[in-house]
Structure formats: C-alpha cells, structure tokens
C-alpha cells in the first residue's frame, strides 16, 4: 500500500526555515504531480506548491512566492519544501500530496489529490 514519511516539520521563530520532505513507498509517483497543501485550525486546506513530473515546473500560492521552494527527487520518490523566511501566519500543518492522474501541477487542488501524507506540524513564533 502507499505510504508517505513526512519530516522536518518544528518549532521556528519568524524569519527561520525548515525543509520539509515526504518520501513516498508503495508506488513509483515519477509520472505524477506532486504538491504541498497546509491547513490552520478552522481553516480549508490550501494549496501552497505543486510541482509536474518530469518538466520540473512549479506552481506556488501568491502568499509563498519568493520565500518557499518546491523541488523533488524521483529516483528517491520524494518531493521537498523549502521553507525560507517564516511567518507567523505559515504556523499550520503541512501535507504531502499526490495526483496520481496527471503529470500536471498547475491548478492541482484539494480535490484533485488521491493520495495524502500524514501532515507535519509547521509553528512560526513571533
């Protein structure tokens, strides 16, 4: 069955970075989109990055862009988020993602994702 190790997840203070990593088992994802999804408390969960297959080519929400990076490793079955200058309001869980039907990342939402890592636990303080 598919099984994801998601870590790197903590306790920052604002201006700090984590790298997170899910590393997938089970299933080959190299022909899939992949992505990065958070939730707060009382919040939907929300796309943060998504990254296409074999291209490389990544998408990030506007809140993100210029600090977080997505990137990924194939031959490891592992997709990555950098995390650089931390904010208060990045302070959710963070999950893994996978669209097992299409290379494409871009547009990939919550409803498109067949497959979710376990979530790790991102607090910025202040």
């Known amino acids: 069955q598919v099984q994801f190790a998601e870590s790197g997840g903590g306790l920052v203070q604002a201006g700090g970075s984590l790298r997170l990593s899910c590393a997938a088992s089970g299933r080959t994802f190299s022909s899939y989109a992949m992505g990065w999804f958070c939730q707060a408390p009382g919040k939907e969960r929300e796309s943060v990055a998504s990254?296409?297959?074999?291209?490389?080519?990544?998408y990030y929400a506007d809140s993100v862009k210029g600090r977080f990076s997505i990137s990924r490793d194939n031959a490891k079955n592992t997709v990555y988020l950098q995390m650089n200058n931390l904010k208060a309001e990045d302070t959710a869980v963070y999950y893994c993602?996978?669209?097992?039907?299409?290379?494409?990342?871009?547009?990939?939402?919550?409803?498109?994702?067949?497959?979710w890592g376990q979530g790790t636990q991102v607090t910025v303080s202040s």
């Open positions: 990254i296409d297959c074999l291209s490389g080519l990544t």
């Open positions: 993602a996978v669209h097992s039907r299409s290379c494409l990342a871009g547009g990939l939402s919550g409803g498109l994702v067949d497959y």
